[in-house]
């Protein structure tokens, strides 16, 4: 069974500055940044459309926030407003049978000290289309049912050959770089001889995609998660905000000789109508997909002018719902690394800091699904136990090399220290504007304005868009430097370079300046 939504005949230009392999939320999130920024993105995918799939259903405010910048926010948080209380944690027999354990989980937390965005809940097959369709406005190419398959790699480019599935016909595209975000099982990946390790795959699983009348069953609830545990199924049940769709994610042991292939339509309906609890309940099966649950990160993130992102790069186990989270972040590290590369901003050992950034990240976000697991379980050891964190210093607070300090910490913490997301502050009395928001550009913050010269003389000579912004008292106090200090922060919001107090802001900005960007 297929896991597709609208199509796209594939046609489009045959160069571009960008190949996105993989039209998934992060190959598409890929697409977004770097056409945001002018970058000349062609996108293929080997399915007719976007997932038809919920898959990650949360989304962390880090992620929010980079939509944020894409100008995507506000059309996420319209789309994830049915789901505000689906609140409630539960095991039970059946939907109609008896509640074997339930927890409430808090409301959506006012975030505002840490971030002007927010956690929401929302199905990847509903945050799929407005990306794609934000990617399509912003001038990426988007080509669906078409799958790439030859890669050569030379000095200037890649050339990479890719089938139309509709007609069978081959072509090539011509591109400067490649993003593979093409999946867990990465054919990109795999054919560039780049490994993954870890723990690997310890579950195998469908998701089995359903219409049916939910409301009676749920009886005025609705679930974040449903544990389903009944003689006939043992299942995960998520349902939709119309309560008349919804998954059940079942396991399966191909060491007892077990297949995703068992899983007929028939018995689709027999396990749907078990865990609802209503025998005669009119089920539609509109797909089964399977997957494997599993712990990899990718040996390497780059071979060559092949970037691996997302799945692609890490696989991580869904508590904690990290994975598409990191993978989005992803995208925004590369793509702007990337944009100032190709546009001559930068010297290309930048983009060598895409690995040395990211993978530490996936590798620590693993652990910290694999600690949650453990803890869901039920067997995790109090040393175990003591090394989960919470899961916005995973999703918000973590560094990037240049920081003193954990991987991982409480973003509150964070004062605007290099390597470290900057520190948002609100710029209004309304709470509408953030210091994040100032954001895209070189930006160097200060309380003073003798900044302001210094950023232009550096604009110039290095013909780099610098902006600088003076910061009220109050503001400049949560970065924590001194008021004849400054902070310079990259186009992704993170702090680059920070000062207490220099003589020459020209010379000492300019000189940051050509260090961040290897010039």
Known sequence: MSDISSSTPAQGPSTAAVLVVGGGVVGLSAALFLARQRIPTVLVERHPGTSIHPRAWGWYPRTLELFRTAGLEEEVLRAAAGFADHRLNAKVESLT???????????????GDVTPSRQIS?????LEPLVRAAAERSGAQLLFHTEAVDLVQDDDG?????????TGALRTLRARYVIAADGARSPLRERLGVPARGRGVFRHQVSILFRAPLTEALAGRRFSICQIENPEVSAILGHDDSLTEGTLIVTYKPEAGESASDFTAERCVRLVRAAVGTPELPVHIRD???WDMAALVAERYRAGRVFFAGDSAHVVPPIGGYGANTGVQDAHNLAWKLAAVLDGQAGPDLLDSYERERLPIALGTVEQAQLRLAMRAGFATDEQRAQTLDTLAVSLGYRYPGAEGPLFADPAT???QVGTRAPHVWLDAARTRSTLDLFGPWVVLAADDRWSDAARAAAEELSVPVAAHVLPAEAWERYGATAQGAVLVRPDGFVAYRWDDVAEPGKELTAALRTALHR
């Open 97 to 111: 049978g008896r509640e074997l354990r339930r927890s409430v989980l808090p409301a959506a937390e006012d975030l």
């Open 122 to 126: 929302l199905g990847q097959d509903r």
């Open 158 to 166: 890649v050339t990479v050959t890719v089938r139309d599935r509709d």
């Open 288 to 290: 089964v997909l399977p």
């Open 414 to 416: 964070r004062t605007g």
